[in-house]
């Protein structure tokens, strides 16, 4: 018997000799193709997190961050003793339950819709005109938006046509978390509905066809057979839709809001931008960033727990 090949408990640790490196050997290309995900998240994201010491120090740019003194929760009490910290809070909140409540269906009705559309032609032509906008930069799209809701634009073209005045919407803060949300879901619902076309693909076939000699229609089949079958994706995607909720678009915000929206349209990221990149308070601006970190995992916790208690394993991520 090849003892180097049996798992073997020494010191504590299971070791496993020539079978390891033999697995290694053998999913080797799966693992190169890993390899340059695992790097990117490891510069991008995981290195950066030893900032985070940031927001326990007083840090100053000529000691460093080694050398800075320690200051405890010195900065998170000031952050919660700050009022425009709750004003931006609310404002992070209303917009991502929005987006959240209003934009997360939509992928999945059009996943569903497009689906039962029998022109094959047809169908990838609508497909590959939904993927477009998810490839231009906020920066472009923002361009876009300023001219189609602008004093000259369409919009309100078609809002004096019908004798009504003109509005400049961007301006003005009774439209503005609208159009954030109108223009967030127009730009991310068709890169959005690739997972569920994906999931659509998976469903037997045969389940339709069983489904169409019992005489059940288009949305029969839609209700009865596609949405049980996506329910385990639609609830990761919801889980991970939640680590999100305190996200509500920073690179859209930025490129869109402007000093008469301010106060419904500052977020936590905008927040954190000015006062740690503007105005080089770094230690306040990564103590708002962590609180909003630690809020996110929390949620991904209690959404996970309760999606598993009324699902099941099958629907959470673990």
Request: aromatic residues 16%; without cysteine; charged residues 15%.
């Amino acid at each position: 018997m090849n003892q180097t090949a049996a798992p073997v408990r020494s010191s504590g640790r299971l070791r496993f000799g020539g079978e390891r490196w033999k697995r290694w050997k053998k999913y080797r290309v799966l693992l190169l193709m890993l390899l340059p995900g695992m790097v990117y998240y490891g510069i991008f994201h995981y290195l950066p997190m030893y900032g985070v010491v940031l927001a326990f120090k007083d840090f100053k740019i000529t000691q460093g961050i080694l050398n800075s003194p320690w200051v405890g929760l010195h900065w998170f009490r000031k952050v919660f003793a700050d009022p425009y910290f709750y004003t931006v809070l609310k404002n992070t909140l209303i917009i991502s339950f929005y987006k959240l409540v209003f934009g997360f269906p939509v992928p999945i009705i059009f996943a569903l819709l497009l689906s039962e559309v029998s022109n094959a032609k047809f169908k990838k032509a609508v497909q590959t005109v939904s993927y477009l906008p998810h490839f231009i930069s906020w920066v472009v799209m923002a361009g876009i938006f300023f001219t189609v809701f602008s004093m000259d634009g369409p919009i309100n073209a078609v809002l004096q046509w019908f004798g009504a005045d003109p509005t400049l919407f961007l301006a003005d803060d009774r439209y503005f978390r609208s159009i954030l949300v109108a223009t967030s879901i127009f730009q991310g619902f068709g890169w959005g509905s690739i997972i569920y076309f994906a999931a659509i693909s998976n469903i037997d076939p045969q389940l339709y066809e069983a489904a169409v000699i019992d005489g059940a229609g288009r949305f029969k089949r839609m209700f009865f057979i596609s949405i049980p079958m996506l329910a385990p994706v639609i609830a990761i995607m919801l889980i991970l839709s939640m680590s999100g909720i305190l996200d509500a678009g920073f690179d859209q915000i930025f490129n869109m809001y402007n000093p008469r929206v301010m106060n419904v349209s500052d977020i936590i990221d905008t927040y954190v931008y000015r006062r740690g990149l503007v105005e080089m308070d770094y230690s306040y601006a990564t103590a708002v960033g962590l609180f909003k970190s630690a809020v996110a995992l929390a949620l991904i916790l209690i959404v996970n727990r309760i999606v598993k208690a009324i699902g099941g394993k099958d629907h959470a991520l673990w």
